[in-house]
């Protein structure tokens, strides 16, 4: 489905809601009755009771935080900061609109990232460049660790009323707002994640964020695309990124990523590297007999493809007992016709099973 073109940028671009907007819109907002931002999240029903208790806290991935000093950087920089030509000037209001109920101090800090973020002029010597990565990069870790909801409610109307199709902007407006407000963005992350029309430069990123904010709502979701039989019948992203978002998802939950794993690991019609995914994955559960029986099956796999023929032997060799896996890879070593993989076989033999 294609979208009408973006508006030529300007240093006052005015936000251009197209049917993708239009679209985001209603699915941002479709649980405004739910919480109100601005105030405590909402207290939930206890099942024993019924009454209310306490917010669940919500679960959040560790991630690595960037660890570079001021010291470490070049002063003083080399001539004056300049944007770029397509950097444009950020109206707060357009943006993250009056009627919103959003904080006058959240709808100041997203607008001070969005300026923060706009791109400098290339021909800029690299201390520039440097410093804006560096301190960008601190200002987003920064906001997505924020608890504030109206923080990420901020980002998500800014993600939908963004006036230019920048991909890296948009995609940050996109993470914070799913990070620090994963209930209302769950609609509208599921709404990219699942459904055909929008942008894929948008769509894959969205995956992955749903599996972190709403992992209930992307196991429903996701799970057609990774049970399908044949070639898929609409655009949607790669499959890797929905087995990807799949062991997020059972991170965060506590689930076993293993029966999906097999299923994805044995089944034709999924793409290469979601297998790849699927069989690493499995390396660390082949104490299961799913995980274990779907290693041995891919290892012996008629289709010609040696490279996931490869990669279940070395699952084999890191998850099984050594002796358990070593035999099994003399078995099939002894009865191997493809002679690249007996090349390879022989090598792993060789080099841990004596």
């Not at 920064?142 to 980002?155: F, M, Q, S, W």
């Not at 012996?300 to 279940?312: C, F, K, P, W």
Request: net charge negative; aromatic share 6%.
């Amino acid at each position: 489905m294609s979208r009408p073109p973006a508006p030529p940028p300007s240093r006052r671009a005015k936000p251009h809601v197209g049917p993708f907007g239009r679209i985001a819109s209603k699915a941002l907002f479709g649980l405004a009755a739910v919480a109100t931002l601005g105030c405590a999240e909402a207290e939930v029903e206890t099942p024993e009771t019924g009454e209310a208790g306490p917010p669940r806290p919500a679960r959040r991935l560790e991630r690595p935080v960037l660890e570079i000093k001021d010291s470490d950087l070049m002063e003083p920089l080399v001539g004056e900061k300049r944007l770029a030509a397509e950097a444009i000037e950020i109206d707060p209001y357009a943006l993250m609109p009056r009627d919103q109920p959003i904080t006058a101090e959240a709808r100041e800090e997203i607008a001070a990232l969005l300026r923060s973020l706009q791109p400098l002029d290339p021909t800029l010597t690299s201390d520039h460049h440097d410093r804006w990565f560096i301190e960008n990069k601190r200002l987003v870790q920064r906001l997505e660790r924020d608890t504030r909801p109206e923080v990420g409610h901020a980002a998500l109307h800014a993600f939908t009323n963004y006036p230019v199709h920048h991909v890296p902007i948009r995609r940050t407006l996109l993470e914070i707002g799913a990070r620090v407000s994963p209930v209302e963005a769950t609609p509208l992350l599921a709404a990219l994640a699942f459904n055909y029309g929008h942008k894929m430069d948008y769509r894959a990123e969205a995956v992955l964020l749903l599996a972190e904010a709403s992992p209930e709502t992307y196991f429903e979701g996701a799970r057609r695309f990774l049970e399908r039989e044949g070639n898929p019948t609409e655009t949607a992203p790669n499959d890797e990124f929905f087995v990807r978002g799949w062991l997020i998802a059972c991170e965060l939950t506590d689930t076993d990523p293993t029966p999906m794993m097999a299923s994805v690991a044995t089944n034709f019609a999924m793409e290469h590297y979601a297998r790849v995914v699927a069989l690493r994955e499995l390396a660390d559960h082949a104490d299961d007999p799913l995980a274990s029986g779907a290693l041995r099956t891919v290892l012996v796999e008629s289709t010609g493809n040696d490279y996931l023929r490869r990669i279940a032997a070395q699952s084999i060799l890191k998850g099984f007992p050594r002796e358990t896996a070593c035999t099994l890879l003399q078995t099939v070593l002894s009865r191997e016709s493809s002679m690249g993989f007996l090349r390879f076989l022989d090598d792993m033999v060789q080099q841990n099973c004596r």
